[in-house]
């Protein structure tokens, strides 16, 4: 018994541009993720040379500071020590090095005035790279 006569069937209607919209998401995703293996076209075998390698290390001017305020350069003991006397022994350390490394070892007891000294006479000799030497601390 049909009971409609003559109505429209509607027929079911599926949208496709949220299918499309998700589609995009996940090729846009595997993309994103993907890794991407490079694999070179050519074969190149390089020519071998033997030199001396490259010397990276800069020359270091190890400076110590005792707790009385007396230094030493490279464990030889400076009677110097005013800043003109320490300035002239560093330049004439770092001769033909200006890229020297000035490092100071300076006793825990040592006045900060001795240090500066030190700091000042390598700052006048032209030597930028200052470091200090620490123990730690046990904690």
Known sequence: MNFRRGGVVNDPEINLI????????????????????????????????KGDSARDEPKRLDIGVDAQGGYSLNNTRLSQTAVQDLTTVLKSAAANAPDSVVIINADARATHQSVIRVMDAARRAGLTRVTFVTKSSGE
């Open 18 to 49: 949220p299918l499309i919209d998700v589609l995009l998401v996940i090729l846009i995703f595997l993309m994103v993720t993907t890794t991407y293996a490079r694999f070179s076209e050519l074969q190149i075998n390089l020519p071998e040379a």
